[in-house]
């Protein structure tokens, strides 16, 4: 069975800093592309960051040069560093897996487009 369970969630004061955790279980880790979302307040669900199994991240411009993804594949973890954190930042964070794509029988990295797996999300809460 696929988990995704996000931790590290919480208050912080704007300015602050957060260090979000997915563990995920039950399928191979380290070939899934994997992604953060969020969704703030009577907003639609958003891309945060995307982290390909080739290596690649993307990182949304909002939070360009504030937060950091990565992984640590021996724990099977996404991590997602949020540095200076702003009021904006307020959310549900999502963590979601997609599985690679079969193509003419090889496999290639998925992009964040479409994602096989949600974790349940977790609170982040930013006071101006």
């Known amino acids: 069975e696929v988990q995704l369970v996000e931790s590290g969630g919480g208050l912080v004061e704007d300015g602050g800093s957060l260090r979000l955790s997915c563990a995920a279980s039950?399928?191979?880790?380290?070939?899934?592309?994997m992604g953060w979302f969020r969704q703030a307040p009577g907003k639609e669900r958003e891309l945060v960051s995307c982290?390909?199994?080739?290596?690649?991240?993307y990182i949304t411009d909002s939070v360009k040069g504030r937060f950091t993804v990565s992984s640590d594949n021996a724990k099977s973890t996404l991590l997602l560093q949020m540095n200076n954190l702003k009021s904006e930042d307020t959310a549900v964070y999502y963590c979601?897996?997609?599985?690679?794509?079969?193509?003419?029988?090889?496999?290639?990295?998925?992009?964040?487009?479409?994602?096989?797996?949600w974790g349940t999300g977790i609170l982040v809460t930013v006071s101006s």
């Open positions: 039950g399928f191979t880790f380290d070939v899934y592309t």
């Open positions: 979601a897996a997609a599985r690679p794509l079969l193509i003419g029988g090889s496999y290639y990295s998925a992009r964040c487009d479409v994602m096989d797996y």
């Open positions: 982290f390909s199994s080739d290596g690649s991240t």
